[in-house]
């Protein structure tokens, strides 16, 4: 069954850094687009960075130059490192699959990032 588990969030200053982890299990990762989505406060979970099976990456114009989205295909893993952290960075942060096809229907528990002083 597909499991997608996130972690590495936490409580960091403006400026900071954090690194989030996703776990992936029970579906064919090697060959799945993939994608970190953040839910802010009041608002709708949005998908900022998108990385491919080739490993070709993407981002919201908001984040470009401060996050970076890797893959790990052995290990089964993404990482999002996360740079130059701004309050309006805050929110859950949930991994899934990408487009062309979007999420799974199944969701992880995410990892909630709080940017502030």
């Known amino acids: 069954q597909v499991q997608l588990v996130e972690s590495g969030g936490g409580l960091v200053q403006p400026g900071g850094s954090l690194r989030l982890s996703c776990a992936a299990s029970?579906?064919?990762?090697?060959?799945?687009?993939m994608g970190w989505y953040r839910q802010a406060p009041g608002k709708e979970r949005e998908l900022i960075a998108t990385?491919?099976?080739?490993?070709?990456?993407n981002y919201i114009d908001s984040v470009k130059g401060r996050l970076i989205i890797s893959r790990d295909i052995a290990k089964k893993t993404m990482t999002l490192q996360m740079n130059t952290l701004k309050p309006e960075d805050t929110g859950v942060y949930y991994c899934n699959r990408g487009p062309p096809l979007g999420p799974l229907a199944v969701w992880g528990q995410g990892t909630q990032v709080t940017v502030s002083s």
């Open positions: 029970g579906f064919a990762f090697s060959l799945t687009n």
């Open positions: 990385i491919t099976y080739l490993g070709t990456t």
